[in-house]
RNA sequence: GCACCGCUAGCUCAACUGGCAGAGCAGCUGACUCUUAAUCAGCGGGUUGGGGGUUCAAGUCCCUCGCGGUGCACCA
């Protein structure tokens, strides 16, 4: 160790606080690149994927030999050696896996020797050989060379014990490379999005993009993330939904527009909430809430028969879910009224409502308004008793600003939620384009807001604006995408983000 | 935001009423030419989330901060 150059010793004190495995594999690359040879090399001569190995080599028989030599890469998952015949399961990622031999006969002494000291589990492995069958009827490579496709310096988890959710979440990368279901639920999440991009261009919707960055937030009540403009010298806001500009396009005569995109609100998260969230919103003029919740239904069940070829769905926990037919609808006021056994309406006294909620432990504000303690009675109720997907119809007037009065029922607007799995999955309306009535209804949430109600919508004049040009009648659909992927796959929404919002973590 | 629970080796987890910090996998050394979580022998690896306190003695008790989980609140 005398003669150790002063950068070495610079390395290896600043080791000190690296794990053992890490110091280890740190060295092996060194090793491979004093040899001469890469660690991280350019490009690799490939011939084919293991996925296209397996499709036609997946059948050969035992002990059989193909002549075909082929050259592959992928990440060693799994190593195991018997001296002088080395094995090694590559995995493609996606779940498609093919078995390395490396055998002292093949590759030589130091090949093989090379093999056993330089290679860990984990690196990116490339390997050329004959396309065989091993004795136990296992497709590999029978190896002539291999090299380095890429060293990897930190060790993998335990294959067969569950990584913790936080782990999991942190550091996808190694939940995607462990779990084959953390690939798929991202293949799938793109299945999904893609069959609503193509069912609502088959009905002849045009995709458009509205701004993210607002100078005011608005179309949902929802509180907004703050962001500073420097050039502008003004603050602006995340947008909490793109509602009020697909309005406008509607107003110019886009007639069927949707977006699909982020949406984001300064918000608590839990296992179906999440700061930032995709959100499909979409617009057709003259059609109403009851055409929206058709359209609604078909690209549901079309997005189910995209991602798993049928309406009857197989959770990820094995239970089964039936997407199929037309879904039920009910009536908000009317089905809690027969769930409490007694007469609700929009004009039910406000001390009625109160006892109500206490008498069941609703915690409530008294600055909410009569049809939110309502909603919050029907959630206690009513939305436990949903088996299949359920439209729940017609809500209280004074929790919808944005949403046109029912045609003939009085004191509600035309506004159906979407319940499936026993969470809301989508929101639809008939929109409310009489620009009088709508900005009757921003000054009041405007007022509200001047009250401390942080939540209230601010009044968008130019929104006002757009408006009082005509709206043609319209009806609108909100939908979290990824709660349309928990709905298909039954996982939590954390799981349906390939990289959810997590809080930084310490001494890193 | 509030309450409760958790944080120990690279990973998954043990460690009684405070009394020498351990296992499996992974790693290192050696053996082994058809393995499938290979096997066999041996060995190393820890600031017990950070900081402070009580105590002869703290992974364990107290305070505090961080992160996570669950429930509540808010929301889609």
Redesign the pocket.
């Known amino acids: 160790m005398s003669d150790v150059p002063l950068i070495a010793l610079a390395i290896v004190s600043d080791e000190l606080?690296v794990?053992?495995?890490?110091q280890?594999r740190r060295h092996?690359r060194q090793t491979l690149l004093d040899r001469g040879l890469q660690a991280y090399p350019v490009s690799l001569p490939i011939t084919v994927s293991i996925a296209q190995l397996r499709e036609q080599y997946g059948h050969l028989e035992a002990?059989a030999e193909t002549g075909v030599t082929v050259g592959i890469a992928g990440r060693v998952i799994?190593?195991?050696?018997?001296?002088?015949?080395a094995?090694a399961?590559i995995s493609a990622g996606s779940g498609e896996t093919i078995?390395a031999?490396v055998?002292?006969?093949q590759v030589g002494e130091e090949s093989l020797a090379d093999w056993?000291?330089l290679v860990?589990?984990g690196d990116q492995i490339f390997v050329q050989g004959e396309v065989?069958s091993?004795?136990?009827?296992?497709l590999?490579v029978?190896v002539d060379s291999w090299s380095m496709a890429a060293k990897s310096l930190?060790?993998?988890?335990?294959?067969?014990?569950?990584?913790?959710?936080?782990?999991r979440?942190r550091q996808r990368y190694v939940d995607l490379i462990m779990r084959p279901e953390a690939q798929a639920m991202a293949r799938t999440r793109v299945k999904a999005v893609s069959a609503l991009r193509t069912s609502l261009s088959n009905r002849d919707y045009l995709e458009i993009e509205t701004p993210m960055l607002q100078t005011q937030p608005g179309g949902?009540?929802?509180?907004p993330f703050i962001t500073h403009s420097n050039a502008f010298g003004i603050d602006l806001y995340l947008r909490i939904a793109p509602e009020l500009f697909l309005k406008r396009a509607v107003v110019g005569g886009l007639d069927r527009v949707f977006e699909i995109n982020r949406?984001f609100?300064n918000?608590?998260?839990?296992?179906?909430?999440?700061?930032?969230?995709a959100?499909l919103e979409f617009y057709q003029a003259y059609a109403d809430y009851q055409e929206m919740a058709t359209i609604t239904r078909e690209l549901i069940q079309e997005a189910a028969q995209a991602v798993a070829g049928s309406l009857t769905l197989i959770h990820f926990d094995g239970s089964e879910h039936d997407l199929s037919g037309v879904w039920p609808q009910i009536d908000l006021y009317g089905s809690l009224s027969q769930a409490i056994d007694q007469d609700l309406t929009p004009e039910t006294p406000r001390a009625v409502l109160e006892s109500l909620c206490k008498a069941v432990d609703?915690?409530?504000?008294p600055t909410?308004v009569n049809g939110?303690l309502v909603e919050?009675l029907f959630e206690h109720y009513v939305i436990p008793t949903f088996t299949g997907p359920t439209f729940v119809m017609d809500f209280p007037v004074d929790t919808s600003p944005l949403t046109r009065d029912h045609r003939s029922k009085s004191g509600v607007v035309e506004k159906w939620?979407l319940y499936v799995n026993g969470?809301?999955?989508?929101?639809g309306y008939s929109e409310l384009v009489d620009p009088v009535i709508q900005r009757e209804r921003l000054v009041e949430q405007a007022s509200l807001g001047e009250k401390g109600d942080k939540?209230a919508m601010p009044l968008d004049e130019d929104f006002l604006r757009a408006l009082e040009h005509g709206m043609p009648p319209s009806g609108g659909v909100?939908m979290?995408v990824?709660?349309l992927l928990m709905a298909l796959t039954g996982q939590?929404?954390?799981e349906t983000i390939l990289f959810p919002l997590?809080?930084?973590?310490?001494?890193q």
């Open positions: 606080d794990p053992e495995q890490v280890i092996k002990e799994f190593s195991r050696n018997t001296g002088k015949l094995f399961t078995q031999m055998s002292l006969g056993k000291a860990d589990l065989i091993s004795k136990r009827g296992e590999s029978f930190r060790p993998l988890p335990v294959a067969h014990k569950e990584m913790n959710e936080e782990s979440v949902a009540t929802a509180r949406n609100r918000e608590g998260a839990d296992s179906t909430h999440s700061p930032e969230f959100m609703i915690k409530f504000a909410w939110k919050e939620d969470f809301e999955l989508a929101t939540e909100g979290g990824d709660r939590g929404i954390r997590v809080k930084p973590e310490r001494d």
